[in-house]
């Protein structure tokens, strides 16, 4: 079995793919609509990508590609703490480090690290943290890299600190999806996305069908409809909680009352945040 | 009176600041951030800054900044369409050109173009319209920018093609913002945002509220509460339709049933789409 993950490799993304692929082969992808898109061609079995962040917000690139794009199901949910790492060349001292290299998100992340112990370095930002501490490998200057400790074995540097990042509040949800029909709601959590028709109290008429049916709605998030300016598709996360008729019957009477419904699966969540 | 706005200089965002500015002086920042705090800091009167695209979604750094960072009101909203623009220096003719240079989200709107009249040309991308623009100024090569009509103007180059975008549904909504307390409910629209208590049913609740009031909410989006993960802040827009009172006192309420609510003000719309 092959998995598409988004690239490059030492990200992230690739650390959620490993956990995710039970020992099968992954495969790195340039952006969020070819690793999905691999899948819906059947050129690969499924796709590891980010879905949303506690700082960013959801992920809209793979939502919109979920929503408009494909016809993918959720099999699996992983909440992924980002611990950064400052990785440099072997035996580079902190002091030492001139030039720190990483994403423009995560230098904020780590300001005070670096407010701390290199306040004098110059700030160089890269296309991912990756590509960042590839350039810290081939430097012969005394850089360093923020990024994900796999980043570190992949181009032969050292993890010179770790947890290097302001809060512990950062983690990112990543979603293995496949074609398997995941609508048995004896799992987790269920998604799916809906618009309403553009009148009054239209929404809140949908919402009205989770509160009869005594539904958690854990997530509410609107994309912009594509091609119909002013449009909103909603995508909300609904918890199980052994309450799978009832989830079954509101989504039935969504599915009537919308405009357009997709279901995107019920999954198991795989929650390692608390993992050292 | 001085506004501040996203720059660089030349690009849609400075042709919004234009409209907006009535003749004022329009000062470009580096950030939406710096932009927001030079109002709130006083160096400015006014800022102009994006918040939605119809293509892209809610720029999540504007509405961060104003539910979290700073008290300023929005004052008027600007829908502005996004007219792409081919550019070049004068003389160049589309068949020469080798090299198109652009922001990344820029390219693949104006796909059908590039394909149909410069299928062979190599694509670069920069970091925004304008500086894609300013590269061609500096150019010897037979290359072109897309990007808005001003950044021609600005680096002394020639609009080749007007609106080459694929759709004509791309806009982007810009707001001014200032501390003056926009919130009498006699303009077109207000938007608030609020969080809810993590209780099953607790955002139906508040919606609940508009339906009572017959408010009309004309859009929902979330972003994730600052430094609490897993909930959620919603920023929603309602519509004023002479219902003051009616607004007036739903207002109140939510901020009674709600643990956070933001008043981002009242304001009149100006919609720049059927302009030529």
């Known amino acids: 079995m092959k998995i598409a993950y988004l690239g490059p490799r030492g990200t992230f993304t690739e650390m959620a793919a490993k956990i995710l692929a039970r020992d099968n082969d992954i495969v790195p992808y340039h952006s969020f609509y070819d690793a999905l898109m691999a899948v819906e061609k059947g050129e690969v079995d499924e796709a590891v990508v980010p879905v949303e962040n506690s700082i960013e917000g959801v992920v809209n690139g793979t939502a919109d590609c979920l929503i408009f794009d494909v016809d993918l199901y959720i099999q699996e949910l992983l909440i992924l703490?980002?611990?950064?790492?400052?990785?440099?060349k072997e035996?580079?001292?902190?002091?030492?480090?001139?030039?720190?290299?990483?994403?423009?998100?995560?230098?904020?992340q780590c300001r005070d690290f670096i407010e701390k112990y290199m306040p004098n370095a110059e700030i160089v930002t890269e296309s991912s943290t990756a590509e960042a501490i590839k350039k810290v490998s081939l430097s012969d200057?005394?850089?360093a890299g923020i990024g994900a400790e796999c980043a570190a074995d992949l181009y032969g540097l050292s993890v010179i600190k770790r947890n290097i990042q302001n809060t512990d509040n950062n983690f990112t949800q990543f979603v293995r999806v496949s074609k398997k029909k995941s609508i048995e709601y004896n799992k987790d959590k269920v998604t799916i996305c809906f618009s309403t028709t553009d009148e009054p109290g239209a929404l809140y008429k949908i919402l009205d069908i989770f509160s009869i049916f005594d539904v958690n709605m854990s997530k509410i998030a609107s994309r912009p409809m594509r091609n119909k300016p002013m449009e909103y598709v909603f995508l909300i996360d609904l918890d199980v909680n052994n309450n799978s008729k009832d989830i079954e019957d509101a989504i039935k009477l969504i599915e009537r009352k919308s405009s357009f419904c997709k279901n995107l699966g019920c999954y198991a969540i795989r929650d390692n945040r608390l993992q050292k």
Chains 1, 2 share one sequence.
Not at 81 to 88: D, E, S, W
Not at 91 to 108: F, N, Q
Request: proline share 10%.
């Open 81 to 88: 703490p980002i611990r950064q790492c400052l990785i440099a």
């Open 91 to 108: 035996g580079t001292e902190l002091r030492e480090v001139t030039r720190i290299m990483s994403h423009p998100h995560a230098i904020p």
């Open 141 to 143: 200057e005394k850089v």
